[in-house]
């Protein structure tokens, strides 16, 4: 039992370039969120969805693309690479008792 | 709109010192409130939470109280290890039926043998 598992864990983009952050859970929970950790600002979360299908925006949506058609895959995708998105991204999964996190993807933008 | 203010870090303590990192938010209604946990090179780990007022919320040694009253979620550990040294970030959820958790900025903990 994996949890929820992120691929890749680290990556250097040129600015310009696209790729696409894996996030695959095996929990069978509806609610998937992405979040980027920038130092000393928190957890702001991207974009989340409530079931396959289903995706909105949550407080810093720009610069990003999510889809969601099966309920165990919820990618991230970045069309036009830039140095701001620099940072750590988390996908999560809403559990009955609150978020469970997967390991990470560190993303640099040179 | 919601959001929730953490003490600035990085607090460093040595070994089996008592420990206090403070948590205040601002929520309409009755937030559940969480502390999480990040070790060095890992995500977020759930520590503790509380779901209503006066609740208090423990594992591993450390404990935190809902107080509406002070609109507060102090995390607190009467003796600290060097395996406690990590990140610690408080996070409201609010009344929206989306899930969605709001973090404070994180405090980061240094603890020296």
């Known amino acids: 039992n994996a949890g929820v598992t992120q691929t890749p864990k680290f990556r250097i983009l040129k600015i310009g370039q696209s790729m696409t952050l894996q996030c695959t859970q095996d929990?069978?929970?509806?609610?998937m969120y992405w979040y980027r950790q920038d130092p000393g600002m928190g957890l702001k979360l991207i974009y989340y969805?409530?079931?396959?299908?289903?995706?909105d925006k949550g407080e810093v949506p720009n610069g990003y693309n999510v889809s969601r058609s099966t309920t165990e895959d919820f990618p991230l995708r970045l069309e036009l690479a830039a140095p701001s998105q620099t940072s750590v991204y988390f996908c999560a999964v809403r559990t009955q008792e609150t978020q469970y996190f997967g390991p990470g993807t560190r993303l640099l933008v040179l | 709109g919601d959001s929730v203010t953490q003490m600035e870090g990085p607090v460093t303590l040595s070994e089996e010192a008592f420990l206090t990192i403070n948590c205040t938010y601002t929520a309409t209604g009755y937030p559940s409130l969480f502390w999480y946990v990040q070790y060095p090179g890992e995500g977020l780990q759930l520590l503790l939470k509380a779901t209503k007022a006066d609740d208090k919320g423990s594992n591993k040694g450390f404990e935190a109280t809902y107080r509406k009253e002070t609109t507060s979620f102090h995390l607190e550990k009467g003796s600290v290890q060097v395996s406690d040294s990590a990140v610690y970030f408080c996070a409201l959820h609010g009344s929206s039926n989306t899930g969605k958790l709001i973090f404070g900025q994180g405090t980061t903990l240094q603890v020296k043998p």
């Open positions: 929990m069978n929970h509806n609610y």
């Open positions: 969805s409530v079931g396959a299908g289903i995706t």
